[in-house]
C-alpha cells in the first residue's frame, strides 16, 4: 500500500512514493516536466508510460496526488486526471495546481505566504486550508516576475543587445555556442520558449560577483517581491516562504530582499515534495 506525490513543473516533475501515516523511507523518480499548456493528453500519457511505469517496477499505487503547473484551470485539471487514471487504473487521484502543493509543502496547516520562483513564478496567501488570495499570474511574456524564464530574458537582451562587458558576453558565447539568430530562433519558432529562456539563468548562478549580473538578480527578484509580496496584507503579519530552484540558488538575495521589505522570512526550499509527504501522511 502506498501513495504518489507528483510535484510536476514546466521543465521537469518529481514523483514520491511514500505509505501513509508512516515516517518510513521514501522514494523519489523523476520525469520531464509537463505542462498541459504546451502538451495534450496523448502526449503526457506517452511521457508517463515511456519515463515512469518503467521506473515504478509493478508497485502498487493506491493514491495519485498531482500538483502541477497549468492545473489550475478545471479543463486542464480534468484532462490531467483522465490521464492519470488510465495510466494508474484503480487508484484513487487527486489534480491541484503547482500553487496548492507549493502552499501545503512549506505552510502544511499553518498560515503564511508561499511563493514559487522557478521556471516560472506565483503566489499566495494561504490560511492553512486553503488558498485565499492569489496574485494573478500572467505568464512569462508578460508577467512570471523573478523566474527562471524572466531572469533569462534579462540575460538574452544583455547578451543581444551589447549591454554585457567583453568578459561575461565571452563567457556567454562559449557556454551556448549560439549567436543572435539561434536564440530568436528557439523563441519565436520553436516550442517550450519559456524552458529554453529558463535555462539562462543557469549563467547567473555561475558568474556570481560580477556587478552585472548581481545586478540582473536583484532587479528580477526585487520585481517579484515589489509586484507580488509586498501587496499581500498579510506579509506583513506571517513567514513568507520560497520554493524553486531560483529561490533556493539565489536564496542570499531572497533573504536580504526579505529584510529590506520588513519581511518575516519563512523556508527557502528547492522542492515542495517533502513537505507535501508530511502534509498527505497527516491527512490519509
Given at each position: 500500500?502506498a501513495?504518489?506525490?507528483?510535484d510536476?513543473?514546466?521543465?521537469?516533475?518529481?514523483?514520491?512514493?511514500?505509505?501513509?501515516?508512516?515516517?518510513?523511507?521514501?522514494?523519489?523518480?523523476?520525469t520531464?516536466?509537463?505542462?498541459?499548456y504546451?502538451?495534450?493528453?496523448?502526449?503526457?500519457?506517452?511521457?508517463?508510460?515511456?519515463?515512469?511505469?518503467?521506473?515504478?517496477?509493478?508497485?502498487d499505487?493506491?493514491?495519485?496526488?498531482?500538483?502541477?503547473?497549468?492545473?489550475?484551470?478545471?479543463?486542464?485539471?480534468?484532462?490531467?486526471?483522465?490521464?492519470?487514471?488510465?495510466v494508474?487504473?484503480?487508484?484513487?487521484?487527486?489534480?491541484?495546481?503547482?500553487?496548492?502543493g507549493?502552499?501545503?509543502?512549506?505552510?502544511l496547516?499553518?498560515?503564511?505566504?508561499?511563493?514559487?520562483?522557478?521556471?516560472?513564478?506565483n503566489s499566495?496567501?494561504?490560511?492553512?486550508?486553503?488558498?485565499?488570495?492569489?496574485?494573478?499570474?500572467?505568464?512569462?511574456v508578460?508577467?512570471d516576475e523573478?523566474?527562471?524564464?524572466?531572469l533569462?530574458?534579462?540575460v538574452?537582451?544583455?547578451?543581444?543587445?551589447?549591454?554585457?562587458?567583453?568578459?561575461?558576453?565571452?563567457?556567454?558565447?562559449e557556454?551556448?555556442r549560439?549567436?543572435?539568430?539561434?536564440?530568436?530562433?528557439?523563441?519565436y519558432?520553436?516550442?517550450?520558449?519559456?524552458?529554453?529562456?529558463a535555462?539562462?539563468?543557469?549563467?547567473?548562478?555561475?558568474?556570481?560577483?560580477?556587478?552585472?549580473?548581481?545586478?540582473?538578480?536583484?532587479?528580477?527578484?526585487?520585481d517579484?517581491?515589489?509586484?507580488?509580496?509586498?501587496?499581500?496584507?498579510?506579509?506583513?503579519?506571517y513567514?513568507?516562504?520560497?520554493?524553486?530552484?531560483?529561490?533556493?540558488?539565489?536564496?542570499?538575495?531572497?533573504?536580504?530582499?526579505c529584510?529590506?521589505?520588513?519581511l518575516?522570512?519563512?523556508?527557502?526550499?528547492?522542492h515542495?515534495?517533502?513537505g507535501?509527504?508530511?502534509?498527505?501522511?497527516?491527512?490519509?
Open positions: 500500500m501513495f504518489i506525490i507528483a510536476c513543473g514546466s521543465t521537469k516533475s518529481e514523483w514520491r512514493i511514500a505509505a501513509p501515516g508512516k515516517k518510513g523511507k521514501t522514494r523519489s523518480l523523476f520531464q516536466g509537463m505542462s498541459p504546451f502538451l495534450n493528453a496523448a502526449e503526457m500519457e506517452a511521457i508517463l508510460r515511456r519515463e515512469l511505469l518503467p521506473q515504478l517496477k509493478k508497485q499505487i493506491q493514491s495519485v496526488f498531482f500538483y502541477g503547473t497549468g492545473c489550475k484551470s478545471p479543463e486542464n485539471a480534468r484532462m490531467v486526471k483522465k490521464v492519470l487514471q488510465r494508474f487504473a484503480g487508484a484513487r487521484v487527486e489534480v491541484s495546481y503547482d500553487l496548492m507549493a502552499a501545503r509543502g512549506l505552510c496547516d499553518q498560515k503564511g505566504i508561499a511563493c514559487i520562483l522557478g521556471t516560472g513564478s499566495c496567501y494561504y490560511d492553512g486550508r486553503r488558498i485565499v488570495r492569489n496574485r494573478p499570474g500572467l505568464g512569462y508578460l508577467g523573478g523566474s527562471g524564464a524572466y533569462g530574458i534579462r538574452a537582451q544583455h547578451f543581444l543587445y551589447g549591454i554585457f562587458e567583453k568578459e561575461i558576453a565571452d563567457k556567454f558565447r557556454k551556448y549560439i549567436d543572435a539568430a539561434g536564440i530568436l530562433e528557439n523563441v519558432k520553436k516550442p517550450l520558449p519559456n524552458r529554453y529562456l535555462a539562462f539563468s543557469l549563467f547567473l548562478s555561475e558568474n556570481r560577483g560580477h556587478y552585472m549580473i548581481e545586478n540582473i538578480i536583484e532587479d528580477g527578484l526585487n517579484f517581491f515589489f509586484m507580488h509580496v509586498a501587496r499581500y496584507p498579510e506579509s506583513n503579519k513567514p513568507v516562504h520560497f520554493v524553486g530552484g531560483v529561490a533556493y540558488h539565489f536564496r542570499d538575495v531572497v533573504e536580504r530582499l529584510g529590506e521589505y520588513g518575516q522570512k519563512g523556508s527557502v526550499i528547492q515542495p515534495v517533502e507535501l509527504v508530511r502534509y498527505h501522511q497527516m491527512m490519509e
